[in-house]
Nanobody, 127 residues
Framework: QVQVVESGGGLVQAGGSLRLSCTAS????????MDWYRQAPGKQRELVAS???????NYADSVKGRFTISRDGGRKTINLQMDSLRPEDTAVYYC?????????????????????WGQGTQVTVSS
């Protein structure tokens, strides 16, 4: 079973910085991408930054030049460095993992590709 755990949220003043981390653990066969989404109260969840493990990073226009997504070497960990934070960045940030993992099904382990989500970490930016 794949587990996704985020850390690093908190309260910061506008213009400040925070660093989020996300680690995937479990019987993974392959990870295709790891991404950060966020959801503000009353709004839909939106993609903030994505990292294709065979490609490169992509960012939402609203965070380009301020946020940086990176992978922690060959580990199943990504980070999101958030600089020049704005009050509109306030949201719960979720880590998403697109991976194939072995699942026990009818007496044997079978690789299955799924979307995995963390529980989310709150980021609050005060004005």
């Amino acid at each position: 079973q794949v587990q996704v755990v985020e850390s690093g949220g908190g309260l910061v003043q506008a213009g400040g910085s925070l660093r989020l981390s996300c680690t995937a653990s479990g019987i993974t066969v392959n990870i295709y991408s790891m991404d950060w989404y966020r959801q503000a109260p009353g709004k839909q969840r939106e993609l903030v930054a994505s990292l294709d493990f065979r490609g490169g990073p992509n960012y939402a226009d609203s965070v380009k030049g301020r946020f940086t997504i990176s992978r922690d070497g060959g580990r199943k960990t990504i980070n999101l460095q958030m600089d020049s934070l704005r009050p509109e960045d306030t949201a719960v940030y979720y880590c998403h993992v697109d991976a194939t993992a072995r699942e026990f099904d009818r007496g044997q382990y079978i690789p299955k590709r799924r979307d995995y989500w963390g529980q989310g970490t709150q980021v609050t930016v005060s004005s």
